[in-house]
């Protein structure tokens, strides 16, 4: 029995954009549509389509006739044909043949986002169009895009440092090794206590992770804020020192940051100390911003992001001597090359030689 198989092969498992809307340089989508065949077949044509759009919908607030809001709207369409139609059908031989294929996304377009309420995605869709007679063969793929943080962003990257008073008591001090941290990651908080007075101990320390989500229509003031918190972590204490271990959960509530113009992603973290004074249980908090990010630590090193153009400036070099003359390095006249100058802005294709 004939069997012909079609399939898109992505390079990367996902496609990564460094930085904010504003200062992303863009990424470049590469992969294959794959046709492999027991036997030599016909296609009319061939072509690949890449759709990205956002689904939003979300109620203005809670109520008898609360308003709706549905946004659908598509934030980018390509397409390629990889074979032309023709008079004469295109025979492709028997065994493996691939088309390579490369797209271009801006960096202002919005990344993979999947929420309660709302979706940012994109897909692939490959059509391999086959005689009248015949049914068409089609593959689809889902694209997933992420947003890295920008290797200039050294907030995300050191370390949090906190000090609080509890009633003239005692001094609470916190240490986090560093504000974001991607899902799955478990990372130590340090709390000591210093108490000012005796009879006073701290008992537990829970840790609270509190997301924002905010659904808003561009261009105008209509948005919706949903907030959650789940306690992700706990321990008693017997001293006034603990380190406690706290792992970001891969499922269930929580989703990674995002700040696109349709969904907005926000964390915060807080401490909750449950104290013992003269026998009397009393309760505190510390709160501060933290960030679920979209890579872990691994993904973020992993990933370089694109270069740009770089032209040494001048130095200058002094002798130190009695000579007054200032030797001057010129700068170097050709450019180094940015990424956006090697690769073509079209989508492309290259055919393979064939494998049987």
Known sequence: MKQTLLDIVLQEKFL???????????????????????????????????????????????????????????VMSSSLTILEPQEHLHTIPAGETKYEFEFQFNGDLPETVHTDQG?????????????????????????????????????????????RIFNSDAACDVFVPKKA?????????RFKLTPFMENISVTKISCRLTQKVSYGVPETDKVRSVKKWREIASQHLEGNEVILPVKIPTEGI??????????????????????????????????????????NSDEFFDVLPPYAPYTPNPMALGLPSNNEN???????????????????????????????
Do not use: Q
């Not at 794959?34 to 109520?63: C, M, P, Y």
């Not at 391999?128 to 068409?136: G, I, P, Q, W």
């Not at 899902?183 to 130590?188: A, L, Q, R, S």
């Open 326 to 356: 200032t030797y001057v390095i010129e700068p170097v006249e050709t450019e180094l090359p940015s990424y956006a100058s090697v690769y073509t802005i079209e989508p492309t294709f290259v055919v393979l030689p064939v494998k049987n």
């Open 181 to 189: 941290y991607g899902m799955g990651e478990t990372f130590p908080i």
């Open 16 to 74: 990564v954009l460094h930085g904010s809307s504003t200062e992303a340089a863009g990424a470049v989508l590469r992969g294959s549509v794959v046709i492999r065949s027991k036997e030599a077949i016909k296609l009319r044509s061939l072509t690949l389509k890449l759709r990205g759009k956002v689904d939003v919908k979300w109620a203005s607030a809670a109520g008898p006739k609360p308003d709706v809001y549905h946004v659908k709207k598509t």
């Open 119 to 163: 979706h940012v995605y994109y897909s692939l869709k490959a059509v391999a169009e086959r005689s009248f007679l015949v049914r068409n063969i089609v593959a689809k793929k889902d694209v997933l895009v992420k947003r890295f943080s920008s290797t200039n962003n050294v907030e995300d990257m050191e370390p949090i440092t906190l000090m």
């Open 254 to 295: 929580f989703f990674h940051a995002c700040d696109t113009d349709y969904i907005r992603t926000e964390h915060e973290m807080a401490l909750k100390i449950d104290f013992d004074v003269d026998g009397k249980p009393e309760v505190g908090y510390i709160r501060f911003p933290f960030t679920v990010a979209a890579e």
